[in-house]
């Protein structure tokens, strides 16, 4: 694209934008975000970006205001005549609320990709959906992105021999596998057998495949309250399991996660900067990898009009 490539930020994740202007060599874009007395957020771009490639850095985690402050930016950017906005979404918040599962509930995740278009954004970049079908709701192009070259260079530094990869349930299992595959050719997999009596909270039932003797390396898309990864952790070893390793994109650690992470048979929790991590929960046990090179190849190709097919592994 023609139009000179600029980077903007909310106030979500100002770190991980800032590696990624390190990586793209290029300087973070003046924006103001802040507050006014009552709490309505005021945004001003404090630079021309007319006709401009503008790309905004933004995971929408709670609270609302993440995901209020990147449509704002948008609609900004539009409205001072930038010639196309990408949102960079290195956490898509609502992605669990992908369909109806019960009477009278929304999609909100449908709901979400309509208010980011209609606020503007030209195509979205994003990294490991919790529902891959979400980019179905979109009328506008998606790049969706997945961490596991990240992940899977830092394992092999670390080694992974005599690892077996454990899906958190069976609806991970394809992705568990293909992790898997990554590692190693003769890496097997497990299947943690769970029910979900409620959101949040969820029980383990069994352990499908063979853990005995083994380092466990349990591959999610994302640390919650982590309830059921304590619970997953406690199961394979009693199951025999040598260590458990949890692996995970998204560190969202709400409620008393870093707690129970902190007093369970979990050895590491390796997660990546999609979601800025406070000092409060940087324990020793967790690991932070950061995913900027990677969002900054996809902006680099994106803004040049190249291929990014390669990165969508």
Known sequence: MEGQLKVFTGRANEPLARKICQHLDVTLGDAEVRNFADGEIRVNINESVRGSDAFVVQPTQPPADNLLELLLMIDALKRASAERV???????????????????????????????????????????????????????????????????????????????????????????????????????????????????????????????GLDALIFDDMIDTGGTLVSAAAALVECGARSVTAVATHGILSDQAVERLLHSAITEVVVTDTIELPPHKRIDKIKVLTVSPLLAEAIFRTHRGESVSSLFI
């Open 86 to 212: 990408t949102a960079v979404i290195p956490y898509y918040g609502y992605a669990r609320q992908d369909r109806k599962d019960q009477p009278r509930v929304p999609v909100s995740s449908k709901l979400i990709a309509n208010l980011l278009e209609r606020a503007g954004t030209d195509r979205v970049l994003t990294m490991e959906l919790h529902a891959e079908q979400i980019q179905a709701f979109f009328d506008i192009p998606v790049d969706h992105l997945y961490s596991t070259p990240i992940l899977v260079d830092y394992l092999e530094k670390r080694g992974a021999a005599n690892t077996v990869v454990v899906a958190p349930d069976a609806g991970r299992a394809n992705r568990a596998r293909g992790f898997a595959r990554r590692l190693g050719d003769s890496i097997p997999i497990a299947i943690i057998d769970k029910r979900r009596p409620e959101p949040n909270r969820a029980e383990v039932m069994n352990v499908v495949g063979e853990v005995s």
